[in-house]
């Protein structure tokens, strides 16, 4: 079945180091990953994606790799900040007649000043 | 542009009650997706729906919980006869007609079961 696998479930960094997140999917029909940044008791806030016809992103401090042949996307944020702390989670979509994202079971990454 | 929302943001029922959830999609937006978040757990995908139309109801229990998205007014999932189980923060989520795929979720409904 479809299956989204996060990795680690935590993380501790010092500010001004960067941060990797990983995450692997079962369905290679997949072709959109989506990185969603949850606060405590907050809404999930997309902040970046990616479509399988790509094999890499950024946007500022954030940037998104996509191995298709691994079936493997990570998240990479570089100069961290104490504000980057939260809960991320990764994505996967077939997209067409569902879009339903299947989630990872999320990074709790925290950023030490 | 006001974005997704979602009422109540907090709903207390005991057990054997109803609960109802309301989601009013971005402007613009004809998709809507909810989701469930168990405590200290990640998001899981209950139903999408189009306006008057449910497309993938792969997620939801098979029983007590519905979903409708109707032509006029908001998207309501309700959950009959509520379980201690029940308890968990729902999401709305929306996105753009045509095949986009981001999706915004709303700030979510805390369901406390009692």
């Known amino acids: 079945g479809e299956n989204v696998e996060q990795h680690p479930s935590t993380l501790s960094v010092q500010e001004g180091d960067s941060a990797v997140i990983k995450c692997t999917y079962s369905?290679?029909?997949?072709?959109?990953f989506p990185w969603y940044k949850q606060e405590l008791g907050k809404r999930p806030q997309l902040i970046i994606d990616?479509?399988?016809?790509?094999g890499e992103k950024k946007d500022q401090r954030i940037a998104v790799t996509l191995n298709k042949t691994a079936k493997h996307f990570s998240l990479h944020i570089t100069e961290t900040q104490p504000e980057d702390s939260a809960v991320y989670f990764c994505a996967a979509s077939k997209g067409g007649a569902t879009n339903k994202l299947i989630f990872g079971t999320g990074t709790l990454l925290a950023v030490q000043p | 542009n006001a974005g997704v929302m979602q009422n109540p943001r907090h709903l207390v029922r005991r057990r054997g009650q109803e609960a109802r959830l309301r989601c009013s999609p971005m402007k613009g937006h004809s998709h809507v997706y909810w989701y469930r978040q168990l405590p200290e757990e990640g998001l899981k995908f209950m139903v999408y729906?189009?306006?008057?139309?449910?497309?993938?109801e792969s997620g939801m229990p098979k029983e007590r919980f519905s979903a409708e998205f109707p032509k006029e007014g908001p998207s309501i999932l309700r959950i009959q006869q509520v379980v201690r189980g029940d308890s968990a923060a729902y999401f709305c989520a929306s996105s753009p007609p045509g095949g986009n795929y981001e999706q915004y979720f709303g700030p979510g409904t805390r369901l406390t079961v009692t």
């Open positions: 990616i479509r399988s016809n790509v």
């Open positions: 729906l189009q306006k008057e139309n449910i497309i993938d």
């Open positions: 369905d290679s029909a997949s072709n959109y």
